[in-house]
């Protein structure tokens, strides 16, 4: 029952990764059907070209007129070099559309899980799944495609062989099966391998970035090798992985060669043997030889097949993260309140430890209290669940008396106002970090939050001011931090959650928020957390 279980487990996931690629391919839009559209024709044109030029060379063999089949062999030669380039262009487009769909799904996904599961992957682990794997899933389209286009040009061919001679088809089926197994061969170790060998990509691009957020301290420890060798630590695994898929990839390669090799040299024996006996001419002997090519497209859709199994691979890791459910909100609206937060019977576990049991808390509408304590003693957690950043395991969050988690996402993102340490700020200019938000505030009113913020000063010595890009604005690390804060005071709600936000000020700006927080914001319920009592 166990090996049962198992063995389903994998055939879910790969029917979903299924469902997701063909998701992507619809999302190619019109160009997955001219990429279609050109195949047909340059299967068509590919199995007729044979059959002109053979008419083409008996004519001249034989004496007769051969200028119209020259023409007609010039035209479908055109055609084939047209659709080449119709199809180079289409598939890049096609694949673009999918990947771009693909990356904005993921990321939208991601943005809506919440914090503890994007935690769980990291962000390198991420990146690695929303860059790479969606570019290498969103080629699925013109992959599956041009393995339909070689089918086709495969069967026709086949078909073309009996056509000139029944003892021709027969030759070349004889040697079908043999080079369908190979490819069957190929698809089911190539998977494995892509599968591993993403797998370790991923870890290699999460220590990257953490090596990369803590450069500074990794100069100032002076453990620079260390973590160059931590970082790196996983090649080796991952050369493993890629050389082996190259040895099966150059395997199936010379396999595929070496079977076509000898079912073209069968066939064209046999032509020879025909022509000699004259059932066949020398026109059709040259159509056979360059038929049993077109049909031997049956088994040479090896690389096909690679890209196949690499979507289908890159496919299962974004669908983990799909796997994994969104916060669900509600439609309740809030009543007319102050702001009254009350966290009932709250517990929270990290890691298999309870971080938070069965805290009961009340904070009247309006009031404004301090959460002090050491690190990791769960402060910055109870301001996660105050606005539903963090979901408790047991208990409720309550604001007005309504449930955090009946409410409405916009109708929670417009009541309570966050502050962070460290915030990331996000837009083009100065003026758009401090506007970003679900509102969009006016420019009067960004800069009133500024200048409680005691940031309007510097931000005015910017070489453009507000309209200042964001990239190009020298900032340490209390500035930003201020700007953080005005980004809070230019969107706060009912409640205003402060999380540590006085870690990089001075003790001036420190006194300037104080009575910021207990002058213009005294009519909003306040939750700063902090490590000093003071």
Known sequence: MNQGMQSAAPRRAYRAADRLLARAGRHGGAWVIVVALSAIVTSGVSLAFPTVLGHAVDGVVGGSASGKWLVWAAVLLALLVACSALDTLASGMAIARSTAWLRESVLGHVLAL??????????????????????????????????GASLVAGVGGTIALATIHPLLCVTFLAGVPLMLLVVRAFARDSSTLTTRYLTVQGTIAERLVEAISGARTIAAAGTLDREVDRSLAPLPELR??????????????ARDALL???????????????????????????????????????????????????????????????????????????????????????TVRSGGEVVLDGLDLVVPGGAMIAVVGRSGSGKSLVAALVGRLVDPDEGEVLLDDIALRDLDRHELRRAVGYGFSRPALFGQTVADAIAFGHDTPTPAAVQDAARAARADAFIRLLPDGYATALDQAPMSGGEAQRVGLARTFAHAGRVVVLDDVAASLDTVTEHHISRVLTGALSDRTRLIVCHRAS
């Open 114 to 147: 919440g914090t503890r599961p994007v935690a769980r992957l990291g962000p390198g682990e991420m990146a690695t799944r929303m860059v790479a794997n969606a570019s290498e899933a969103g080629r699925v389209a013109p992959a599956v495609v041009g393995a």
């Open 260 to 346: 076509l090799k000898m079912v073209e040299i069968a066939v064209i024996g046999v032509a020879g043997v025909l022509l000699a006996g004259g059932q066949i001419s020398a026109g059709q002997m040259l159509a056979a030889g360059q038929y049993v090519f077109l049909a031997a497209s049956l088994a040479s859709v090896t690389g096909l097949v690679s890209r196949i199994t690499s979507a289908r691979a890159a496919a299962q890791r974004l669908v983990e993260i799909f796997d994994q459910a969104p916060v669900q909100y509600g439609t309740g609206r809030l009543p007319a309140g102050r702001g009254r937060l009350e966290l009932r019977g709250v």
């Open 240 to 253: 493993r992985h890629g050389m082996n898929l190259w040895r099966v990839i150059m395997r199936i390669t």
